[in-house]
């Protein structure tokens, strides 16, 4: 790779921009034989696999031992066969099923393709025999799936949801009687609202499963996380000491080379940079041109498709037309057929060059590529190692080029290297006590099967007050039993079907174009993205927001050629109903961190347009829609009245307090894995609750889903980190890469880089620094 590395230098549009250099070095395999039927290892070996890695083996062991097993290890190590042999196994002797869970249809048809030309290896008779089920299936293949009664079953949690527990008596008897392993594949994937749902899924699982004297074990697979154990057993519902981690990896692998791209800063334009689209574009089209089979990992469906199209037309440009011929995009909206084809040509080698959202980033097979570049960070580190996990091709060195955005976390990183390489995994959580999730799911439970005392050690100590609670609504009904008191569900229709997996219950709103409903949005997120005036992008298409009629729940749209962006303004007031717990985790005894149960309201009270190019506020516009309460948690802090008055005379005191919480909330995905989106902030100079300078950080969903929690949790981490991050960024004033939100609600106004920086050096009881400004 030295020439190629090299060579970027020698391109007049590079402006030799590589902020850090690093080399990941080479892992020859570690090995232990198993004993396995000969039939087994025989068909192993039909698939091309040989000697066991040591992984591998001690995750078999676990399970036959009968441990459940959390396998956390990188991409391409080999975790499925961990649960694969034990399947194999179980089914050959005496017919035992296996459930195969996964949040996406794409790795489910993979690991239908591997697990079927397994059983295929093992020759009639071995009782192994592989099926998915997915809402991709007509009724007459589902049903035909029912009537041959598979011994390995794959799904997604949402078809678990709708469709096998609540026919569990009546269609899937036959499954849940032999249910001996459940495989959480991608466990990493479940966390906040999605993983909060398909936590109390799980649940439900449990409960039916031991209606038919079911004993199944867990196999969760997952990327490296600063949890595996503590999430799989939030996830699943099993207690930690039932689990055996597996993650140490022993495959094998070639040396990586990281070079991590910092796009230069435009002249007179302090802290905005050069599009790192524009560098990410460039690099991939050199890598191709270069016979590097190269991957893209990009952030939105439509930016995979206009660069890889761009990328194809620099290479004819260069006189490649053979090479601009095999240039693909990959991403999620793509049919099932197109997808399989991409992924099989660029398995062979056909395809020298894709760009792609992170729908590669999963267990999907599509063999090892030479090179992946990352368009700007992917939030975290587990993402990034995820990503760049598909570049290595056997023993060969490969290549893995960060391309950095302009905002908080992608400069952070660029700033300090050592803490992608060297830094702890964030935690991934979710919260299955969330009330309002867990009374949507005690009515399909009460539904599938009746609720009793028992149910408590399943659903949590809160069971009693909530099936009360849901009895007074009429939802559940009480029943006298010869076995006792039980609660049945007492409603019209199926509860699993007036509810979603991905979101917690919130109306929703129809984005009509010309008649036809293109998207739809909660209503929350329409105040926001949907109102009068807001320019709203869709399938690469500009839309004007006409009219939002929410009576009708309907957002009217007409196609526009808007060469300005919209952002909404807004009101918040936050009351805090219940202070749930206090630390002092900071330099100052006298600056306690407290989290909370609380109320937000929000009201949007207009929005403005933004110059597209520039980033020049060109209008304002009042806006009158209702309010919107949330009821969530937070964790806040107080500044001391001394520290203030200190503070004061530094700056804008505001606009330091407003710095200090964007910074915060940008630096919360170093800790826990989140988008930045999914948490909010307010920062004002009097509270009425704490009656002083308070500093708000709260969980973005009804309920909470634990995000808030985890922060509040690793606050001094956090903390320290924001610190670093915004004294490490060379603007004066603040700019996105430390102090400024897109997502701001006051249009980032006040803020005061210093006074923030003062702030965040008191809490560290270093008051030195906070004089000298940014480093």
Same mark, same amino acid.
């Given at each position: ?532 005036? #807001?320019?709203? %992008? ?7 927001? =006409?009219? *939002?009629?929410?009576? +009708?729940? @309907?957002?009217? !749209? ?100 407003? #710095?200090?919480? %964007? ?7 170093? =800790?826990? *894995?989140?988008?930045? +989106?999914? @948490?909010?902030? !307010? ?93």
């Amino acid at each position: 790779m030295d020439d190629i590395v090299a060579g970027f230098a020698d391109r007049p549009y590079y402006d030799w921009q590589i902020a850090h250099e690093r080399v990941v070095d080479a892992q020859d395999a570690t090995t232990r034989p198993i004993s396995l039927e000969d039939r087994l290892s025989d068909a192993l070996a039909d698939n091309g696999i040989g000697d066991l890695y040591e992984h591998q083996v001690r995750a078999i062991e676990a399970v036959r031992d009968g441990r459940n097993v959390v396998l956390s290890t990188p991409t391409a190590s080999g975790k499925s066969l961990g649960y694969t042999v034990p399947a194999v196994e179980r089914a050959m002797d005496h017919g035992g099923r296996t459930l195969y869970i996964a949040p996406q249809n794409a790795l489910i048809a993979d690991q239908e393709e591997s697990l079927s030309d397994l059983a295929a290896s093992l020759g009639f008779g071995s009782r192994v025999s592989v099926a998915q089920y997915t809402g991709r299936l007509s009724d007459d293949e589902k049903r035909s799936v029912r009537d041959r009664r598979p011994t390995v079953l794959l799904t997604t949690p949402d078809m678990l949801h709708y469709a096998l527990l609540p026919h569990g008596h009546r269609l899937w008897d036959w499954f849940f009687r032999s249910l001996e392993t459940v495989v959480v594949d991608e466990v990493h994937e479940y966390r906040g609202v999605f993983g909060s749902h398909v936590s109390l899924v799980l649940r439900r699982l449990a409960r039916m499963a031991e209606r038919f004297d079911a004993d199944f074990q867990y196999v969760a697979c997952s990327a490296t996380i600063g949890n595996p154990v503590e999430h799989a057993s939030a996830v699943t519902g099993q207690p930690p000491s039932s689990f055996t981690l597996v993650a140490e990896d022993a495959s094998a692998h070639g040396p990586t080379r990281w070079l991590l791209w910092n796009p230069p800063l435009h002249a007179g334009g302090e802290g905005r940079r050069r599009s790192n689209h524009v560098e990410a574009r460039r690099i991939f089209t050199d890598l191709v041109q270069r016979d590097l089979q190269t991957l893209v990992f990009t952030r939105a469906r439509q930016a995979a498709e206009r660069y890889a199209q761009q990328s194809a037309d620099r290479l004819r440009d260069r006189g490649k037309s053979d090479l601009a011929n095999r240039i693909a995009a990959y991403q999620a909206a793509l049919t099932p057929d197109r997808r399989r084809e991409l992924e099989a040509d660029i398995d062979a080698g056909a395809v020298r060059g894709v760009w792609s959202t992170n729908a590669l980033e999963l267990g999907v097979d599509i063999g090892t590529l030479d090179a992946v570049v990352l368009d700007g960070y992917p939030g975290t580190r587990m993402n990034t190692f995820q990503q760049a996990g598909r570049a290595g091709r056997g023993a060969d060195e490969s290549l893995v080029v960060l391309v950095a955005g302009e905002d908080q976390l992608d400069q952070y990183v660029m700033a300090h290297p050592d803490a992608l390489f060297d830094g702890d995994p964030e935690r991934a959580v979710v919260n299955p006590a969330n009330e309002q999730l867990l009374d949507e799911h005690l009515a399909c439970a009460a539904r599938e099967t009746w609720l009793g005392p028992d149910d408590e050690g399943v659903f949590g100590e809160t069971l009693p007050d909530r099936v009360s609670g849901l009895t007074e609504e009429g939802v559940l009904a009480r029943r006298t039993t010869d076995e006792g008191v039980r609660w049945v569900y007492d409603g019209d229709g199926s509860p699993q079907h007036e509810m979603s997996l991905r979101t917690i219950g919130d109306r929703e709103v129809q984005l009509q174009a010309r008649g036809d409903t293109i998207a739809t949005l909660a209503l929350s997120d329409a105040l926001r993205d949907a109102h009068p005036g #807001a320019i709203y %992008h869709h399938q690469g298409r500009t839309y004007e927001v =006409t009219d *939002l009629d929410l009576d +009708r729940h @309907v957002a009217t !749209l007409s196609p526009s050629w808007a060469d300005y962006y919209t952002n909404v303004l807004t009101d918040k007031e936050i009351r805090v109903e219940t202070d749930l717990a206090e630390r002092h985790p900071f330099d100052r005894d006298d600056v306690p961190v407290r989290f909370a149960d609380i109320s937000l309201t929000t009201t949007v009270t207009g929005y403005e347009r933004t110059d597209g190019t520039t980033g020049e506020t060109l209008s304002r516009h009042t806006l009158s829609l209702p309010p919107q309460t949330l009821r969530t948690k937070a964790l806040y802090f107080t500044i001391p009245a001394d520290l203030e008055r200190t503070l004061r005379t530094m700056g804008d005191f505001e606009g330091g307090i407003h #710095a200090a919480e %964007h910074a915060i909330i940008s630096m919360l995905p170093t =800790t826990v *894995l989140c988008d930045r +989106r999914d @948490v909010g902030g !307010l920062s004002t100079p009097m509270h009425p609750h704490t009656g002083a300078s308070t500093i708000f950080v709260y969980d973005g969903y009804p309920g909470g889903v634990g995000l808030v929690r985890a922060g509040y949790d690793g606050i001094r981490d956090l903390t320290a980190a924001t610190r670093s991050m915004v004294r490490s960024c060379p603007c004066a004033d603040g700019c996105p890469a430390c102090v400024q939100s897109p997502q701001c609600g006051n249009a980032n106004d006040p803020l005061d880089k210093g006074v923030a920086i003062a702030l965040l050096d008191a809490l560290f009881g270093d008051d030195s620094m906070a004089i000298e400004g940014p480093t």
